[in-house]
Every structure is written in C-alpha cells, then in structure tokens.
C-alpha cells in the first residue's frame, strides 16, 4: 500500500510552445511547485504542491501556465465527497487536526442572495447622488436615550466618544503576525485615507502605524499581546475579543518561526516564542468578569474612547449581545460563521456557529425589544463580499460592517486558504520577507481605498434609489427588504416581509 | 382584530394640505378652509379626507373629546362598555351630519367626553398617558371600533370622499376654531376605510400630511422602543407619534424636535458655529430614528399652535402667507389666495425649516 493516497487538488499545465524558461514561476512559488532542471534547460512542475494561488499563471510573461482543479476521480457519492475522502487520507497519514484558512466555503445558504432591495417608483422620487447630498456618516458608540435642554434651549446632554466613519464599512481584525508588516500598513493607511478604522487584531501595534492610531480599534484578546497603557491611549477605541466567527471557541497560536524580532517588540513577547491566545480569557469567566474588564479599560482610557466588544455568532447571540451591552459595551462586534480566519480547526470552522444575517436579525431585534439599542453600536462580520451585502446588513439593524477578506483580496489574495502555511505567494499571510516585499504598501492601500470608495458610491446610489438620502433611515428599515426563497420560519426570524408582499 | 384591517401600510400618492390659524385666538368657521382646499381639487382622487379644529369644545375645555368611529353597532356597544369602565364620561353624542349625495358607506361617529382618574397602582401614568393607553387599546383590540381623535378642545373629522363633500357632511360650517387643518388624498392603493384619511391624531396633535415616508421601516422601530406599539399602520400616524415622543415626553424645544425629524446635512453642520453644531451632531446622533426621509410636507396642529414643516430637500411643496392676524399653510398659493386674496406676504420656507403659528394672546370669541 502506498504511503500517500492523496492527490493533488490542482493540475498545472505548461504549455511548451509558449514557455519560454525564465524562471519567474520558479522565483514566485513559495509551496515549490516549478523547478527549472539545467541539464534539461527546462522548467518541471509538480502539481501535488499546487495551492492554487495563481502567482506563477499571473506573472508568468507568456501566460504559459494554466491551473485547473484536479477533475473529480472518485466515484460519485452524495455523501462521501471527494474532500471528505481526502480528508480522511490526510488524517489516516498524520493523525493531526485538519488545519485551514479563511471562511467556511461549504454550499449553505447565503441568506443576503435571498434578501432583495426596495427602490423608488412614482410615489416617491429616487434621488440621485451625484447631484443632492447622500449621507454615509456615521457614529459608532453609546447615545443617550434622548437629548435634554436647559430652560435657555442649551444642550444638557453630553454624548460619550463616538468613532466617525465616512463609509459604513471597517477593515476587520487582522493582527501582524497572521497578516505581513506591508498588509498592516496598508489597511492602516487606507483607513485612515478614507476616514474609517482599521483593526490590530492582537498583533499590537506597530510603531510604524502610530502614526494611523486615530483610525485605529486596538484589540485586547486572550493573550493580551501588545497590550499596555500606552496601547489603548493610542488607538480611536478598543475592542475586547472574546470570539471569532471561524473559529467560535478556539483560540489563537502564532507559531514561533513566525515572532521576528518585529513582531516580538510589537507582540511584547520574546522573539522565537510560540504566541497563544486562550480559548478564554483567563480573567473572563463571566459576564461580570467582562463588565470588569470593560471597566478597567475605560478607566485606562479615562471614558475618552469607545469600548466594545466582539463575539462569534452562536446559538444564544441575542441573550449573549445583550448580556455584553449591560455589562457596558459601546459597540457590540458580531462575527459570523463564514468569517475568515489565518488559521482554525477545519472541523470547526465549517460546523459551528450561525450565520451573521440570523445573529444580527437577532441581536437587534431583542436590543430594541429591551429598549437598549442606543446603548451600543452593532458591527458585523463574517464575509461582505459586496456593497449589497453592505446594504442589507444595515436595513436588516447593523451600523457597519467590517470587511477581511474583502479586503485581503483587493491586495491580491486568491482565497488558496493556506494562510496558515506562512507560504503566502502575494505577501500577505507570510512573515518571509522574500514574499512580504512583493506587496507594494502603496499599491496596497490605494487598491484598499479604492474599495471603500467604490462601495461607498455603490451604497449611495443604492440610497438614491431608495428615496432615503442619511444612512441613519436606513439603519434597521427592514421594509426595505424583501426575501426570496425563504421559509415563512426564516423569514420570521429576519424580520422581514415576503418578495410580493 | 383591528389589525387585519384595510388600512395602508404606507400612504402612497400624493395630496392637498392646508392650514389655517388665528393667531390672535379668533375662532372663525370651517367654511374657509373647506374652500381652500376645494380648490385644490385635482390633488385628490375621493378616496379621502379631514379636517382637524382647535378650539371647538370650549365649554368642555378641560375633557378630552374623543371622536370614535364604529362600523358596526356592536363595536360601539362594546367601546361604550370600555369608556364607562375606563373612564368618566361626561357627554355622549352622536357627531351631527348633513346627508350627502357624494358621501357613502359612512359609519357611525360619536364622541365622548371623558376624563380618566389616575391610577393609583401606576404613579408614573398622568392622564395623558392613559388616554394614549386607551386609545391605542381600542384601535388595536376592538373590532370595527377606531378613534378618530381624542385631544382636549379639539377634534378630527375625516372620511372617504373629496374633502369638501366631507366638509359638508360634517356640517363643519357650523363650528367656530381658532385652528383649521385639512386634507385631500390622492393614494394610489385603495381601502375605503375611513379611519385611514387624515388627519392622524393623538392627544392634541393632529396631522395632515403630503408625502411618503422612506423611513417608515426604521421611525415605526424606534418609537416601538418607547412603547408605541399597537397601531402604528400608516407612516403618517408615525409623524404624529413622533411629535407625541419628542415634544410631550422628551421635552424637546419646538425647533429641536422638528430638528430631529428633518435635520441639516452634515456638509451644513460643519459651517455652523460651534454651539449650534454640538447641538445639531448630537440630535444625529441620538435622534437617527426620528430622522423622516422622503418627500414630505406636512401641517401640525396642536393646542395653540400650527407647525408647517416639510424633509430636508423639500420634494413637496408647501407655501406660506400671512395676512392680518391669519397664518396660512399650504401645498399650493392658489388655495390661500382663494380664502385671503391678498396676503400680507407671501413665501416659500426652506427645506426643513419649521413655520410656527402661535396664539399671541389667548383664544377669544369671533
């Protein structure tokens, strides 16, 4: 019996007419697909080590290279599919957790291709935003319950620190370590170019991008890495981890090959160290514990910044959202089950949690039945792939939404999901400063602000069609969706009307 | 139950709205303001209209008027069996019509004063609160049963028809306000349902209102929040509620509260001063949900007073004049110079700014 019975996922196929032996495809393939064999003067590949990626076909000259997933060998089977069997090689072969990256590709249902928009016709006129204001700002924080005045009309009422966002969409936690010195710059700068925020994760923040603090959420997560006094006053707010939609539950675990010197001062940990995060915080272990914290961090912070916190989407996320608000959240960070990650347990990632349309629905729903959804700000995550997604997510109740992969992919991310290889061919989830310098931080963050920016546009003109020129009457307007192919059960949970009705 | 009624979810089409006020208090009949909006006929298609008066009960100042309509006999038995269990009703009457040939299918409308002794076990409910309380239980849990208004020395009178013929039927030329409001709709989703004309009305305030509501969704949510909960079915009836919210319970300042539901674009609140821009970035920041988007024009009554105001980029129009001692508020000049050919002035308000009529002196008799 052979040793490996797993084949390769991907086939890579050189076309010798237009193959002209330069080598590139060998420079750029971290995973050492193509090997040039100068006896022969001729470039090999060995499609076993393919991830897909697509560096060599994109920068090959001659586009020689073309890569096709391997077609299905087995004999079809509903239920025994061929990544379940390969799966089981994988393990029979290792005997180890199957490791990924990135979120959940399983075919469940994505609730916003089942949602659609309102528009304008006759009744009332849409608008058009490239000729009348279309209003996208927004504040994120606690709000009163209502304003007071003084007998001489003077406001009374002092509003908490709010983050203010240009575009309704934040760049998610990604930390240094899982993400390249050039990915952090580049979100940092974007944010800060767009005027919305970006997210350490718990990667600390780099020197080099104090200089974006203001357009920056600190993260304080399990392993506390980064975090000091100096942390928290530096950043726009702060946002306590306590869950990841990819991976509800699990904690982190930076390898040690990974903490550079950089990294090791940025992480305040020593240098070589493996980095682990808990799966809980150890000063955690109630919601009162979580109040404390919250607290702590305020006082750090003498009251001057948004504290939030941030929770994967789970079963009891209404009672669980609601629990984090009471305990003194200004913003509340839902992360759904298609959430990415740099690396989880594939068993996990694919089978737990909820989908964010659900979790959010949710959330909303039971903060306004308790009368406290002024008290924080709803952010969600878990896979935006567009500005309808965008759009509906903030009909359905939330504030903004918080992009990762989007994100990863306009800097050139090609979804391989190997993110936890360190073999990133695009410079992104890699620490090997051989492939970090191949992404441009310039062209990385123009190419990020010119996200935002499209987005923003599309948002507006989505606005426009509407009839509805501030986001705020957007915000939680359900009537503006419609499902489709959607039980009357799901439909009663979203919250939302039937296409027709 | 009362919430599977044929009434529009939203108020979609157009209409005609005008007001009209005394500001020095003089009451004057319904005569005028039935011809001012007469003449803004074609902005109606006789599917529904209202008027709203102030200052027509002052014999009975201090009791809230509640104007019912009942579809049925046993609706009223059953709401009569409610007011006397609830309250203490001092006069029962029917509201007095005139037949009309253009006028059908019309129900029965009575009205009831009636005061509401406080509460003991709820210290925190004064008698504005249980009248809202009751008023909301009966449109929402009695069948055939809705309450047309029921504010203090004022009253809503509306129906299915051209606005003028309701007018007429309602012998409006026969009672004396210092206020008039009326209504001419244009929907295009039909329902024949009287309670669904305007004015919408709770307690004092009363509304007429041109426009659709693109916010409707979000504006029914968060007064939701504040325990508007049963009836909110039209997105004018959210306007009023909103007035109730902000005004009766939030103690806003006039000016603020129209603020909120209409207020300045961010690009016009960084060339404010700095005080008046603190303000205006905190009404945003906690009023979001007030906030009304869509093209609307709106007039609102209320005790002492007459509010006109319209959204933030004006998409309906409304026009103003004064003349003499009268404030007029209108969808178009025309229907003020049918009534007062020769105003003193005549303009046109910016985009969201309120005009406010307001009783000089007190209400004195014509």
Known sequence: ?501 | MATNRLLPFKDYGGCSIVGVMDQSGRLFGGDAVIRAIANMHERSNGLGGGFAAYGIYPARADQYAMHLMFDTAAAKAETEALLHERCFVHHAEEIPTRHHPNITGEPLVHRYFINIEPDADRPFMDEDDLVVELHMHINAAVQDAFVFSAGKNMGCFKGVGYPEDLGAYFRLDEYEAYTWIAHGRFPTNTTGWWGGAHPFSILDWAIVHNGEISSYGINKRYLRNFGYERTLQTDTEVIAYLFDLLIRKHELPLEVACRAMAPPFWADIERMGEDEAAQARAIRAVYGGALLNGPFAVVVGSTGRMIGFSDRTKLRPQVCARGGERLYIASEEAAIRTICPDPDIVWHPDAGEPVVGELNVGVRAR
């Not at chain 1, 000729?131 to 319950?145: D, I, Y």
């Not at chain 1, 899982?178 to 170019?193: M, P």
């Open chain 1, 1 to 501: 019996m052979p040793e490996w019975l797993t084949q390769p996922d991907f086939l890579v196929e050189r076309d010798p007419e237009r193959c002209i032996q330069c080598e590139v495809c060998v420079r750029q393939c971290a995973n050492e697909v193509h090997e040039f064999d100068a006896e022969l003067r001729e470039v090999f590949s060995d499609s076993a080590a393919c991830v897909g990626c697509h560096r060599c076909a994109s920068l090959c000259p001659t586009d020689a290279i073309s890569i096709r997933e391997v077609e299905l060998e087995f004999r079809t089977n509903a239920n025994w599919s061929p990544q379940v069997i390969r799966n089981i090689y994988r393990q029979a072969e290792q005997g180890g957790v199957l490791l990924t990256g990135m979120g959940n590709p399983e075919g469940l249902p994505i609730y916003w291709d089942r949602m659609l928009l309102n528009a304008s016709q006759v009744t009332n006129p849409s608008i058009d935003p490239l000729r009348e204001p279309m209003e996208l700002f927004t504040q994120l924080g606690k709000k009163p319950a209502r304003l007071e005045f003084a007998e001489d009309g003077a406001l009374q009422t002092q509003i908490g620190p709010q983050l203010e966002l240009k575009v309704p969409v934040m760049f998610s936690a990604m930390s240094y370590g899982s993400i390249s010195y050039n990915a952090s710059e580049a979100l940092a700068r974007a944010a800060h170019e767009v005027g919305t925020y970006a997210n350490t994760g718990e990667g600390g923040l780099h020197e080099h991008i104090k200089p974006y603090a203001d357009n920056m959420i600190v993260q304080v997560a399990s392993g506390r890495f980064g975090v000091d006094v100096d942390y928290l006053n530096a950043a726009a707010a702060i946002e306590i981890k306590i869950g990841q939609g990819a991976k509800p539950g699990i904690g982190g675990h930076l390898p040690g090959e990974k903490v550079s010197a950089d990294i090791s001062a940025t992480r305040m940990i020593p240098e070589g160290t493996d980095a682990i995060s808990p799966a809980p915080h150890h000063d955690i272990y109630s919601i009162e514990d979580l109040r404390q914290l919250i607290y702590a961090i305020k006082e750090a912070t003498r009251y001057t910044k948004p504290v939030g916190v941030k929770i994967a989407a789970v079963h009891h996320i209404a009672a669980i959202a609601s629990g984090a608000v009471r305990a003194g959240a200004d913003f509340v960070a839902i992360d759904g089950y298609r959430g990415g990650t740099g690396a989880a347990p594939t068993m996990i990632r694919n089978n737990v949690g909820i989908p964010i349309e659900f979790a959010l629905a949710a959330v909303d729903a039971r903060l306004r039945e308790e009368g406290i959804r002024h008290d924080a700000s709803l952010i969600v995550a878990g896979s935006f792939r567009c500005a309808a997604d965008v759009v509906k997510a903030i009909a359905l109740g939330a504030d903004a939404c918080y992009i990762g992969t989007a994100a990863l992919v306009a800097m050139g991310c090609h979804l391989c999901q190997k993110c936890y290889t360190g073999k990133c061919n695009w410079g992104i989830a890699t620490q090997d400063p051989y492939l970090t310098r191949r992404l441009n931080t310039n062209i990385a963050t123009r190419r990020l602000t010119n996200l935002l920016q499209s987005w923003g546009h599309e948002i507006q003109e989505i606005m426009g069609g509407m009839g509805i020129n501030a986001i705020e009457s957007l915000r939680g307007n359900r009537d503006h969706l419609r499902g489709v192919n959607l039980s009357d059960r799901e439909l009663q949970v979203l919250g939302i009307q039937m296409a027709g009705e």
